[in-house]
């Protein structure tokens, strides 16, 4: 006896969802597709999702001072935290002293103290001015045996306030010529007019 085939009718697709993935910042994602679990056909492809591309969030640095390092800013990305610019170091800047000022007048018995200032951050140091000789000759700020033009312009500038002119009087005891144990105005007046030849000053410096 024989028996005739029959039709069977094809079975529905059985879905089944293939994971997708997110993009990250240097890499491709993919959508979710469908595939048949049965027979293993596409039947949502997957697409490609670009990747998104770091986000840049800056590093704040921060300044050299006169005695500590510094560092750059950088920059790194703020979803995955990826370094994309390395903060550098900035060498301390070191003091930036001024050209110092007598604080404590030096004297025949006693020695002085000269105060110098960072012109950036205040602090300050001190040297000690050696004694003055009490052989000194009046007048002669610069100490080079002789009272001239030379030392007239040295202690006008000094009192003026000029840059570097306090080191350039290597002899506050000469320069205080009325020997008040002040160097001031009166002391440039003083030797201005024995130099210009004006009648008894020359006794301020015998």
């Given at each position: 006896?024989?028996?005739?085939?029959k039709?069977?009718?094809?079975?529905?697709?059985t879905?089944?969802?293939?994971?997708?993935?997110?993009?990250?910042?240097?890499e491709?994602g993919?959508?979710?597709?469908?595939?048949?679990?049965?027979?293993?056909?596409?039947?949502v492809?997957?697409?490609?999702?670009?990747?998104?591309?770091?986000?840049?969030?800056?590093?704040?640095?921060?300044?050299a001072?006169?005695?500590?390092?510094?560092?750059?800013?950088?920059?790194?990305c703020?979803?995955?935290?990826?370094?994309?610019?390395?903060q550098?170091?900035?060498?301390?800047l070191?003091?930036?002293?001024?050209?110092?000022?007598?604080?404590k007048?030096?004297?025949?018995?006693?020695?002085g103290?000269?105060?110098?200032?960072?012109k950036?951050?205040?602090?300050?140091?001190?040297?000690t001015?050696?004694?003055?000789?009490?052989?000194?000759?009046?007048?002669?700020?610069?100490?080079?045996?002789?009272?001239?033009?030379?030392?007239?312009m040295?202690?006008?500038?000094?009192?003026?306030?000029?840059?570097?002119?306090?080191?350039?009087i290597?002899?506050m005891?000469?320069?205080?010529?009325?020997?008040?144990?002040k160097v001031?105005?009166?002391?440039?007046?003083?030797?201005?007019?024995?130099?210009?030849?004006?009648?008894?000053?020359?006794?301020?410096?015998?």
């Open positions: 006896m024989l028996i005739a085939q039709t069977i009718e094809e079975l529905p697709h879905v089944e969802k293939v994971e997708g993935k997110p993009a990250t910042c240097t491709h993919l959508t979710d597709g469908v595939k048949c679990s049965v027979c293993g056909e596409i039947l492809e997957q697409e490609i999702i670009q990747a998104t591309g770091h986000t840049k969030e800056t590093i704040t640095g921060k300044p001072t006169c005695t500590e390092d510094g560092l750059t800013d950088g920059t790194k703020s979803i995955c935290g990826e370094l994309l610019a390395a550098e170091e900035i060498a301390a070191g003091h930036s002293w001024d050209a110092g000022k007598v604080t007048e030096p004297t025949a018995t006693a020695t103290v000269r105060t110098y200032t960072c950036r951050c205040g602090t300050t140091k001190t040297e001015i050696p004694k003055l000789d009490a052989t000194v000759l009046i007048g002669d700020v610069n100490q080079d045996g002789e009272v001239n033009a030379t030392d007239r040295i202690l006008s500038r000094y009192l003026a306030g000029w840059e570097g002119y306090g080191t350039k290597k002899s005891d000469a320069a205080d010529i009325d020997r008040n144990s001031e105005a009166k002391d440039r007046m003083i030797l201005a007019r024995y130099l210009a030849g004006w009648t008894g000053y020359d006794t301020y410096f015998k």
